[in-house]
């Protein structure tokens, strides 16, 4: 068929990429570098447009032919697409926690549209590059996600969770006039879940640059086992791949440090690498007696994988991991390094108020500071992969985590989701177990229980360190369930079946994998249905669930039951029971609001989880005006033996401490002050006061910490709060605060933890919500100085906040290239 160059507007970009496969086959045949590897930062310098773009419908023959060839796709896919009108932006993004609410989008996405979205970037790539083997790694994008480089169509993506890896070296031209397109169209109506799971590239991005032979994705396998008394092996072996075009003969080294930065082993092997191959080199390393990996010690080992070829370093990665041992018992529950260990779990979606699922790693660590406060030891990520990055503080910090499977499927395409996550994560001290599913249907059936046993039986293959569970919501009594795949058996909100279960497999270990789901709106006192208001005494829950000391304390007294966790850490937007109905637009099952600010929940789970050292704490607030004399309900909450309330001195009353139950006192209430004192062994051990306050005349702001890095991706929450007359906290203030940010930072989003709010989350104001809103705040890439934060409200005090920004070097990035140039061939 002859076809006229006229037909076709591409043809110039059609004989230049003939041309530059021609010549780079010819005449390019570079010497591998001893460049080692790069990992470059591609979050910076994005075109985002929302809303579809329609691709080109080819009219002619012409046009139809080059429609399906390879670099030719259309639309805003395609290489020569005007794209100078879209919005510039950052990554990570969340397009929907921008959208405005809307009382006809889904509720489970918490009244929020979604919608589909485009991103495109430009990168490129010095001639020095040539050779090596280039890849596009995508922390995760929500939802469903097509990649095109240069034209070509190089991934689909089914999942919002797992992470994308692609070798774009194929499709890549070098040189500063040769600039690669990368185009990524995101439907984020395509939903996984029935919870806000957000929309867009919401996680970070990155450029990964080796030489032709290099350690595929998570190709090294770290993941220390005890052979024996004192004595620990890392099997580990390092999957290898070929790019080049001629077989490679490589050496490969691991080397383990200690804490000290002393080596502790070291093993070293030597491989063929035959062209576009991969082959696996295995290097055992026996360790004696390490240092153990516990929460209240969160010791980690480096381990530095090096591959050589002819003395120079072609590629180098490093991983922590930890040595530690796990045990769940079928009778007493889940032993860390032969000590018992009772499981104070959460579940935890991955949003936060102000910036959706697009969560800088520094509010992760907030975050996760806020759940070790609280006596936390346990987290499971419900229901899918977290980020790395988050898995790493968690190594640090000291939690076990269940790591979930998103999608409940052993096709080929949801094993890969899987394997992907094995694979990744195995290396965790933290991964204590792994969970195929939560609340599948198929569950009580042999159906499920077959295809459990298929992802368990991967999951083993690739790790047979750590048991396998489910969260299974009912049928853990039928014959044939999925109860019988597993090694150890999750229940979520089955306390009446707990007994049974026990009595009827009495060697089976047992964990309660999802608990609770009480109601609480922060700073509520009373239900009042009309209003979507529920109280915080714990009296409200729904009919699969339990108050929160009603499950705790059917965990709590069962030695058979390994933990709990508890529905939820803290709120997520949508999914908002229990009214499933506007204007309720979040959650209300946090032990925490969306922005981590306490509910009584917390510290009644404060009290009940934490033994070393003496707490009390006391609720409701105390401004009641209006209700003089009449009787309020006082709970107090202390883990001593005893506790004593005080009304403006005068003793109210005495009572023996209830650790599941807590104290409640019933107390005419007149202004002033209530103290509550606690005792252990006849002594004072702690004490605590509420106490009437004034109007509000002031503003105050409250930084989470002292200082942010000038890296342009460290955030800090700051506590926005009204102040009386002498500087106490105005718990019913509910004023309108405006923002001003200047500086060497911006305002990232913002929230009050009010799951009725139909605020902007990323506009100038926000309201106070009893007492309290929150602003999230970033550094500038590159920046130093300070960040200059104003809050004002009418008729009270303005707060000014100065936060330093210190020099930090931010991470290497990709720079931003400009479109390619349409010169002639």
């Not at 790019?243 to 092997?269: H, I, L």
């Not at 933290?430 to 999951?459: C, D, H, K």
Request: proline share 6%; hydrophobic share 40%; with cysteine.
């Amino acid at each position: 068929m002859k076809l006229h160059k006229s037909a076709f507007p591409g043809w110039r970009i059609l004989v230049r990429h003939v041309l530059f496969a021609v010549l780079g086959g010819l005449f390019v045949m570079p010497a591998y570098a001893d460049a080692g590897r790069e990992r470059l930062s591609l979050d910076r310098g994005w075109l985002f447009h929302l809303g579809d773009v329609p691709f080109h419908v080819p009219a002619t023959q012409d046009e139809t032919y080059y429609a399906t060839k390879a670099g030719m796709a259309s639309g805003a896919a395609a290489v020569k697409f005007d794209d100078t009108a879209w919005r510039k932006l950052d990554l990570p993004h969340d397009w929907q926690v921008e959208q405005p609410f809307d009382p006809k989008a889904n509720m489970a996405q918490g009244f929020r549209p979604r919608g589909i979205g485009w991103y495109r970037r430009y990168i490129a790539l010095p001639e020095s590059d040539r050779g090596r083997h280039v890849e596009l790694e995508f922390g995760a994008i929500a939802t469903h996600a097509t990649v095109w480089v240069n034209g070509n169509l190089v991934n689909h993506n089914w999942s919002g969770y797992n992470e994308v890896r692609i070798d774009i070296t194929p499709y890549l031209h070098y040189g500063d006039r040769h600039a690669n397109v990368i185009a990524v169209r995101v439907d984020a109506d395509a939903m996984e879940g029935w919870w806000y799971e957000g929309a867009g590239m919401y996680r970070h991005t990155w450029l990964v640059k080796t030489d032709a032979v290099h350690v595929v994705p998570d190709g090294v396998r770290v993941t220390p086992r005890e052979v024996a008394a004192g004595n620990w092996e890392i099997p580990a072996t390092v999957t290898l791949d070929n790019d080049g075009k001629q077989e490679a003969r490589v050496d490969v080294e691991m080397v383990v440090t200690g804490p000290d930065g002393k080596q502790v082993a070291r093993r070293s092997t030597s491989i063929a690498v035959p062209v576009l191959t991969q082959v696996t080199a295995s290097l055992p390393m026996a360790i004696r007696r390490p240092a153990r990996w516990s929460l209240d010690r969160t010791t980690l080992y480096h381990v530095t994988t090096t591959v050589r070829r002819d003395g120079k370093v072609v590629d180098r990665l490093a991983l922590d991991t930890g040595f530690r041992t796990l045990r769940f018992d079928a009778a007493k529950g889940f032993f860390l390094n032969g000590e018992h260990v009772k499981l104070q779990g959460v579940c935890l979606h991955q949003d936060h108020a102000g910036v959706g699922v697009a969560v800088p790693t520094s509010i992760w660590a907030f975050r996760l500071r806020r759940l070790k406060e609280l006596g936390v030891n346990a987290i499971r990520f419900s229901h899918n992969a977290i980020a790395s990055e988050v898995l790493d503080l968690a190594d640090r910090m000291g939690f076990l985590v269940m790591a979930e499977n998103r999608n409940f499927n052993p096709s080929p395409d949801y094993m890969k989701q899987f394997e992907w996550m094995l694979k990744r994560d195995r290396h965790h001290p933290s991964v204590i177990l792994w969970s195929v599913f939560n609340e599948e249907p198929v569950q009580a059936t042999e159906a499920g229980y077959e295809m459990a046993r298929r992802m368990v039986a991967v999951a083993k293959a690739l790790d047979g360190t750590r048991p396998t569970t489910a969260a299974m919501s009912n049928g853990l009594l039928t014959p044939l369930n999925v109860s019988h795949a597993v090694d150890v058996v999750g229940a979520n909100y089955q306390i009446p079946e707990y007994d049974k279960f026990h009595a009827a497999r009495p060697d089976k270990p047992f964990t309660s994998s999802e608990d609770t789901s009480a109601f609480m709106t922060r700073g509520e006192f009373a239900t009042d249905k009309a209003r979507h208001i529920e109280t915080s005494y714990d009296t409200e829950a729904p009919a699969w669930g339990n108050t929160h000391r009603d499950a705790w304390q059917a965990i709590g007294t069962r030695d058979f039951v390994a933990g709990g966790f508890v529905w939820t850490g803290f709120d997520y937007h949508g999914e908002s029971w229990p009214y499933a109905s506007w204007p309720s637009v979040s959650s209300f099952f946090g032990i925490m609001d969306l922005n981590g600010f306490p509910k009584t929940a917390y510290y009644m789970h404060q009290v009940q989880w934490i033994k070393d050292r003496p707490l009390i704490y006391i609720a409701p607030h105390w401004n009641w005006a209006g209700k003089e004399g009449q009787e309020i309900v006082v709970r107090v909450m202390s883990n001593a033996e005893r506790v004593k309330l005080l009304l403006n001195g005068r003793e109210i009353g005495e009572q023996k401490v209830d650790h599941y139950r807590m104290n409640d006192f019933k107390v005419k209430y007149e202004p002033g002050k209530l103290d509550a004192i606690a005792y252990t062994g006849g002594k004072e051990v702690a004490r605590t006061s509420v106490e009437t306050t004034g109007p509000a005349v002031a503003l105050e702001l409250v930084p989470d910490r002292g200082m942010l890095n000038g890296d342009g991706d460290d955030a800090m929450p700051i506590t926005v709060r009204a102040l009386d007359a002498q500087g106490r906290a105005v718990p019913i203030a509910n004023d309108e605060v405006t923002f001003e940010t200047a500086g060497a930072g911006k305002s990232i989003g913002h929230g009050n933890g009010d799951p009725n709010s139909h605020e902007d989350e990323k506009g100038r104001t926000r309201r106070l919500f009893n007492g309290l809103a929150q602003l999230l705040v970033q550094s500038n890439w590159a920046s130093s100085g300070s960040i200059e934060v104003d809050a004002s409200a009418p008729g009270l005090r303005a707060a000014h906040l100065t936060i330093p920004v210190r020099a930090a070097a931010p991470v290497a990035y990709v720079p931003a290239g400009a479109p390619p140039v349409d010169d002639k061939p």
